[in-house]
């Protein structure tokens, strides 16, 4: 079991090595993307074709990849009023719960929608404009990167639930 344990381990930690290498190559490559542009455009007066929508779907998957990442981090905002009412630790504990509950199923739901949006538009064999280049390439990053933070949404889930369990276990 513990070998079972330290590959899971080590699976989910490459996994997020992985997603972090991808968004900084991401940024880098829009950066760079952007940079020869600019130069060739106005140091040399001509603009290079498609290079724009190459750098928009660099992008979708930049910014999919980077929420997921925020949501593994926990970095999500919240402006949550109803823990300001709602005093008092049982009520935090609830709060957070059905805050961890919603997140996993609206972001479940989300992924499912997207996915259908994705295939039906490699279905379709939908092209980009200027390069010629299926646009479900582009939006699969939208349930990539959904199923991702439904991921990192269900196992905080978890996490609170067996916090909040041992919790009352020290209490009884």
Known sequence: MLKVSRFLCRLWCAKVALQRFLVVMSGLAITLLIFIQVVSRYVFS???FGIEE???YIAVWLYFL???????????M????????????????????LVGALSVVISGWMTVWAYGLAKWSL???MMSTEINVPV??????????LALMTLYFFFELIET????????????
Do not use: D
């Open 123 to 125: 279905q379709f064999n």
């Open 46 to 48: 001509m603009a290079i």
């Open 54 to 56: 190459i750098a928009c």
């Open 66 to 76: 980077g929420a997921a990442i925020g949501a593994e981090q926990r970095g999500h």
């Open 136 to 145: 479900g390439y582009a939006q699969m990053a939208i349930p990539v990167g």
């Open 78 to 97: 919240s402006a949550s009023l109803v823990s300001l009412v709602w005093r008092g630790e049982l009520a935090q504990r609830v709060i957070k719960l």
């Open 161 to 172: 639930i067996v916090l909040w369990t041992r919790s009352r276990g020290t209490h009884a």
